[in-house]
């Protein structure tokens, strides 16, 4: 899946608790708190304007997909190239929410902050390791995204 440019799971404060990024060449370096604190920020102002929930967020070159989970409070990210198609980076934000779920939500309360972001990158990049031949985790993103 080349179409993806990075994932993020952050929790419902905007902290980062896991991030991936495929690099993309052209693309600029930014700030990852100030990353996630748009994305809290957008979000929380489309509940303020009525809305229920914010799903896709559109730049020029770029779409952010996003997905909160009910049970958790967590927020599911996802940052594709302009052009892909919405409804199969729906369905994947779907399945990745669901399989997180299944695995890991009764360890999200269980943990403090940083042991909890500690023990899922661990297990994220053992996963995406597994996903690809070579050692280099953000080139086995597409590999491990396409398996879910």
Sequence with gaps: MEEIIGL???????????SIE????????YDSALF?????????FSSTIGEKKLERIE????KIFLKKDKETNLIFVLR???????????RLINNLN???????????NQYSFEDLKTYLEQI??????????GSNVSE???LFLEKL
């Design 8 to 18: 993020w799971l952050l929790n419902e404060d905007g902290k980062t608790i896991f």
């Design 22 to 29: 495929n690099y993309v060449q052209g693309s600029e370096d």
């Design 36 to 44: 996630s604190g748009f994305v809290l920020s957008v979000s929380k």
């Design 59 to 62: 730049f020029g070159n770029s």
């Design 80 to 90: 594709t190239i302009q052009n892909t198609n919405n409804k199969k980076m729906e």
């Design 98 to 108: 669901k399989k997180f779920n299944k695995k890991f939500k009764n360890n999200v």
């Design 124 to 133: 994220f990049i053992t996963e995406l390791k597994k996903s690809g031949k």
């Design 140 to 142: 086995n993103l597409s």
